[in-house]
């Protein structure tokens, strides 16, 4: 019954790979977002979609994209990873209509380019 | 922009004590929601307690408790009786009716025995 699952939990892959990670969420909400955390845990947002607009964040390289197939799923691809992508990724939904509910979480990936 | 300050990088207590983090936030905003996210070595984000802009009593959830100080556009944790379980960075956020989430840069509690 976890509310925001993200698959892998870790990922390890060779520069220049291309990789995906999964998002889905079963709490009915209608905005979702991936977040990058690094090292120094700084939370930065990439993107926030909803089934109306997606919104992204200027400074994310084009290399990344989200792809939602439906509102209960947000999926992350990146290309050609580079050393700096090294970080963890979160995945978040809300419903964008209440501005008092809180962000889910869920539980990170752990990216790690070699 | 809204932005969204944690001026303690670090911060320890000693278990059983009371330890406050701080938050301030820059708005030109009157109506918003302010959040304090915890998040453990497990990594898990996880909502501590909420506070309604609109609302002037403090918010409470057992040992957490907030000084909303609304004017001074302040919101600062209060954790009292601390456990060894409250170690973790701890992120104050902020959000105004249909904007995305603004994040502080957070602050890592220590917990002493």
């Known amino acids: 019954d976890t509310a925001v699952s993200q698959t892998p939990k870790y990922l390890v892959t060779q520069m220049g790979n291309d990789k995906s990670i999964k998002c889905e969420q079963n709490?009915?909400?209608?905005?979702m977002y991936w977040y990058k955390q690094d090292s120094k845990k700084f939370l930065k947002i990439m993107f926030s979609y909803n089934n109306k607009e997606l919104i992204i964040n200027e400074t994310v390289p084009n290399r990344f994209s989200p792809k939602s197939p439906d509102k209960a799923h947000l999926n992350l691809h990146i290309n050609s990873l580079e050393l700096g992508d090294s970080a963890v990724y979160f995945c978040?939904?809300?419903?964008?209509?209440?501005?008092?509910?809180?962000?889910?979480f869920g539980d990170g990936t752990r990216l790690s380019i070699l | 922009a809204q932005t969204v300050t944690q001026s303690q990088p670090e911060m320890s207590v000693q278990e059983a004590e009371t330890v406050t983090l701080s938050c301030t936030y820059d708005?030109?905003?009157?109506?918003?929601?302010l959040f304090w996210y915890k998040q453990p070595p497990s990594r898990q984000m996880i909502l501590v307690i909420r506070?309604?802009?609109?609302?002037?009593q403090n918010a409470t959830e057992n040992r957490f408790s907030v000084n909303f100080q609304k004017a001074a556009k302040s919101f600062s944790l209060k954790i009292s009786d601390s456990q060894l379980g409250d170690a973790a960075m701890y992120f104050c956020a902020y959000r105004s009716p249909g904007q995305n989430f603004v994040f502080g840069p957070g602050t890592r509690l220590s917990v002493l025995p």
């Open positions: 978040a939904s809300s419903k964008q209509g209440n501005s008092n509910q809180p962000q889910h």
């Open positions: 708005t030109s905003e009157s109506d918003y929601y």
């Open positions: 506070q309604e802009a609109y609302k002037q």
């Open positions: 709490l009915g909400h209608d905005t």
